[in-house]
């Protein structure tokens, strides 16, 4: 069983051609042009003429009964309605594999937009105030956010976007970043509500990500990652997002984080320059390594900190793994006790917000 993708020079039917090799299919290219970048992706590779040349239909068939072909795929939008209209191009027992690249991008767009509503609503309720983003950032915010990984779910989302709608001024920081979805969020809400700078902390190394209170598979699982690669994939997507606004990282455990940041250094690096933090806290998400003991060192150390109204973030206060962040946020819920402004718990998360202590 053989597959044709058609044209394999653009970059669209990649991810085609990864996974069609991960299941074990043999995968032909065929391209138009001279030089086909992908070329030697494939397991074979054939050169036909364009769509509209009178010798196209005989070149298809030929090639098809070479190569045994059995189904086609094409990226290409123009090449797949080509290819509906002229139904004898394809001879029986070869398909054209669907759905469409416009159906696919169509129902891409309608499902950012769809139910956008109800997602707003939920902002505001998080909020306690209406109207504090235009519907079609949160739209855009949402549909990139989709595309990153982690494990900062929408809910969780959509309370981040009301919690910054209701904080002060001030720093937004956050501990234990992995891959950057949710400093991709913080940075984008905070630049919008121009709350203040935001920070990243963590120090992409094996020896902090190791949560030892975890069950073994859950230590196990920080050992899979090259944590170079996943400092890159931060990179990957915060560097262009966050270009030109306030954003920085650290890389560093959170006690020698919070000593820079504590001393009132600007914040330097690479990617991002020089940033000058406020020096305290509008919002606080506390995400880093979950043992008991590492949670409460972030919470005692940069709740110092915290503005007043300011909030901070318990992430997986319900978790399956282990209790450490519940017991710390359950201790912050006693020593805050009538200063806690607005209290709840959505996507696995505690969130907090803090008057100061009169």
Known sequence: MTILVFPSSLEGCIPFLQEAHRHGRRVVGASSVECDPY??????????????????????????????????????????????????LLPKGVTLIGPSPYELQTDLVRGAWDGLGERMARIDTYAGKTGAYPSAFIASLLHTARSLYGECQEEKALALCGALADAPAGDVVEIGT?????????????????????LAVDSWDLQTSVQRESPPEIQSLSTVWDWQVVFNGFLLATAASAAGSRFNYLRHT???????????????????????????????????NHDEPAVRQDFNLWSNRLADGGWIVFDDYTWSHGDGPRKVADEAITKYGHQILRRFVTGGALFLKIAKEM
């Open 178 to 198: 992995f891959f950057g979805k949710s400093a991709y969020l913080l940075n984008r809400l905070a630049t919008i509500r121009g709350i203040g700078p935001v």
């Open 39 to 88: 070329a030697d992706r494939f397991d074979a590779w054939e050169s036909l003429p364009y769509l509209q040349d009178t010798n196209f239909p005989l070149a298809l068939s030929e090639l098809l009964s070479r190569q045994a072909v059995t189904q086609v795929y094409t990226s290409h939008a123009p090449t797949y309605h080509f290819l509906t209209q002229q139904d004898a």
């Open 254 to 288: 959170s006690a020698k984080a919070w000593t820079i940041y504590d001393n009132g250094d600007p914040i330097r690096s690479p990617e991002f320059g020089e940033t000058q933090m406020v020096g305290q806290l509008a919002l606080l998400h506390i995400d880093g």
